[in-house]
């Protein structure tokens, strides 16, 4: 039992410091539930659709209901107590009154606008989920990249240190002169820096991961090597600025902002216009003073109220105007919402052609580099290459590894923006790309200690 008990304390300590290796699906759903920028864009969005059940409120019955009881006492100074009436004269009173709009055209209008903010609160709020998928990608694939880096400087310094071993041994037989031996040393030294700034990257890259799901984790898993990359589909770079026109949180947000400001203009408006309400009341009452009034007295109120507003100093005519030109502040900043949007659309389309073309590329140039490091090393040894020449060419090698690697990740990275941009990035865009998450290697997070 004591065994137990200790097993389940050891349990309750690791889940509260550290977690086991979590995929890119995983990640995204563990920020859905925690990551406090999509909590408070949801709670914003509740809050303002509130508006639209308080406005439709100004369209419908209000019914008031209220009761009183008041106990009177008079005295009559120098009145014998035999024949004074009575003191104390109590009295309840109970009533109900309904009033219903008959004709009102600003809270009217004032119901359509609302709905239009909740429209703009929703475009606000489906904007900020599309961003957390671009956010919870973009962090996971910053770490896989800080990896990269940091295998790059270690690979580069593995093998400067493999050619100081072979330079010394050879200085030591006499075959190289102490140069080589100095140039081998800086070019290790060198790398044993970038080493450790790749170290301190790669440590850091891990903690956004806290931000987004409340949780620290250690571990991640990689990238398969044969992740696909591909140019966007369609190919017409016109239909991808079409649908963004279309679909784009910004600029439905925006257009429902216009909308707003529309109905705000019909709102000062209709305050030129008469309103009509109908009133109902009924009211009981009940008393036991009898000198001054019947012992109960039940009355019922109908009444239909015009009002007609004549002036009012100016004010509405103004209200007007500024609504007017707020109405013209919405319209261009929807006009430049949709300019930049479709530039930033062509930009994130020409960027991925651009990706693609360069992953391609990358790839190459490590054939290229690692025969050129061949040639080089066999230049070296026959005594028509230097020493930095060799080091200079394992740098081309290692720089052309993370290069593609960074190449991969800034296609994935460009691809999901564009998906929002468009507005058709969703869940399954994360989890078609989880597919290709290698779960048979993880990524460590490098402690400080081991620096």
């Given at each position: 039992m004591r065994t137990l008990l200790i097993l389940f304390i050891a349990s309750l300590v690791s889940g509260t410091t550290r977690a086991e290796a979590v995929s890119l699906a995983e990640v995204y759903q563990l920020a859905i539930q925690n990551d406090p920028q999509i909590g408070a864009a949801e709670a914003a969005y509740l809050a303002r659709s509130e508006i639209v059940p308080q406005t439709r409120a100004g369209l419908l019955p209000s019914i008031v209901v209220s009761g009183?009881?008041?106990?009177?006492?008079r005295s009559y100074p120098g009145v014998p107590e035999s024949i004074a009436p009575s003191s104390s004269f109590p009295t309840e009173r109970l009533s109900a009154g309904m009033n219903q709009p008959i004709f009102r055209a600003d809270r009217w209008f004032q119901y359509q606008q609302a709905k239009a903010i909740r429209s703009q609160a929703g475009a606000l709020r489906d904007g900020e989920a599309l961003e957390l998928i671009v956010r919870v990608a973009d962090t996971y694939f910053t770490i896989l990249e800080r990896q990269d880096g940091l295998n790059a400087a270690m690979a580069e310094q593995n093998a400067v240190k493999r050619q100081l071993e072979q330079v010394q041994q050879r200085f030591d037989v006499?075959?190289?002169?102490?140069?080589?031996?100095?140039?081998?040393?800086?070019?290790?030294?060198?790398?044993?820096?970038?080493?450790?700034?790749?170290?301190?990257?790669?440590?850091?890259?891990?903690?956004?991961?806290?931000?987004?799901?409340?949780?620290?984790?250690?571990?991640?898993?990689?990238?398969?090597?044969?992740?696909?990359?591909?140019?966007?589909?369609?190919?017409?770079?016109?239909?991808?600025?079409?649908?963004?026109?279309?679909?784009?949180?910004?600029?439905?947000?925006?257009?429902?902002?216009?909308?707003?400001?529309?109905?705000?203009?019909?709102?000062n408006q209709s305050r030129h216009l008469p309103t009509l309400d109908a009133q109902v009341s009924w009211s009981n009452q009940k008393t036991d003073n009898t000198v001054f009034s019947l012992p109960e007295v039940e009355s019922e109120f109908y009444s239909v109220n015009l009002t007609i507003p004549v002036f009012s100093g100016g004010a509405t005519r103004s209200g007007v105007k500024q609504a007017q030109f707020q109405l013209d502040e919405a319209q261009n900043?929807?006009?430049?919402?949709?300019?930049?949007t479709a530039e930033n659309t062509r930009a994130l389309f020409s960027a991925i052609n651009t990706d693609v073309a360069r992953v391609k590329a990358r790839l190459q140039g490590i054939e290229s580099s690692r025969s050129a490091l061949a040639a080089t090393q066999t230049g070296y040894e026959v005594g028509t290459r230097n020493i930095v020449d060799v080091l200079l060419a394992q740098q081309r090698l290692f720089l052309s590894e993370f290069q593609f690697a960074s190449a991969r990740y800034q296609y994935i990275k460009n691809t999901l923006r564009l998906k929002q941009l468009v507005g058709s990035l969703d869940q399954q865009d994360l989890v078609e790309l989880n597919r290709f998450i290698d779960v048979s290697k993880s990524v460590t997070q490098v402690k400080p200690l081991e620096q």
């Open positions: 009183s009881y008041t106990d009177e006492s006499g075959l190289v002169a102490i140069t080589d031996v100095l140039e081998s040393k800086a070019g290790f030294d060198s790398a044993t820096v970038n080493v450790i700034e790749a170290e301190g990257a790669q440590t850091r890259s891990f903690e956004p991961l806290v931000r987004l799901t409340g949780r620290s984790f250690d571990e991640i898993y990689p990238l398969q090597q044969a992740f696909p990359v591909r140019s966007p589909e369609p190919a017409n770079e016109e239909a991808w600025v079409n649908a963004a026109m279309a679909s784009n949180a910004l600029v439905l947000q925006a257009k429902a902002g216009v909308e707003a400001a529309q109905k705000q203009v019909r709102i900043n929807l006009d430049l919402v949709e300019r930049q």
